[in-house]
């Protein structure tokens, strides 16, 4: 149609064939330019330093280390310090679990499910220790989860290769179909 001169169809998507309004976007576009005076050039970049650096001495101030969680009462020699998982602290693994015991005197019609979340510190052999409860479903099924929990075995959490006490918490599930 364009060989032809026969009028196109006007195309509002593109707005190519509408008195050359593309071609007069495309020239704006080359054409203008930004003049800035001197100040407004030296303030510009002034800020912009003074934001970069304001980033990264907060991120230097975030910066990650690895530190213990807290520090037992015994001398230092004795008590191993109690690390979180990550950070270059690898997770335990579970070698052996124990499902919890259904309180015994419950009777509930139908399925039942609860979770209770159990607090632990697995010392650098993977014995679970200070075994405590998180978030509470009921005290009976608390005293089931934790004896369940305080029969686990676990490879322990390592940092930099060697075997280290870590915190962690342990979500346990009450179920009865």
Known sequence: MICTNSRAMTSH????????????????????TWNF???????????TMIFM??????????????EP?????????????VYKIGNGVSAPTVIKSVDPQFPEGRHTEGMFEGM?????VLDA???????????????D????????????NFVPAK?????????INIEVNHQKY
């Not at 998507?13 to 203008?32: H, N, Q, S, Y």
């Not at 969680?69 to 310090?81: F, G, H, I, N």
């Not at 940092?159 to 915190?167: I, W, Y």
């Open 13 to 32: 998507v593109i707005g190519i064939f509408d008195a050359d309004i593309l071609e007069k976007r495309v020239m704006v576009v080359k054409t203008k």
């Open 37 to 47: 005076s001197p100040w407004a050039t030296y303030g510009l970049t002034a800020a």
């Open 53 to 66: 650096g304001a980033i990264t001495a907060w991120g230097a101030a975030l910066a990650v280390a690895i």
């Open 69 to 81: 969680v807290t520090q037992r009462a015994a001398s230092p020699e004795t008590s191993p310090a």
């Open 116 to 120: 209770c979340i159990v607090g632990l």
């Open 125 to 139: 052999s993977g014995i679970p220790k200070e075994v405590h409860i998180v978030k509470p479903l009921a005290p």
């Open 141 to 152: 099924f608390d005293a089931n989860a934790i004896k369940a929990v305080q029969q686990y």
């Open 159 to 167: 940092l930099l290769g060697k075997p280290v006490a870590v915190s």
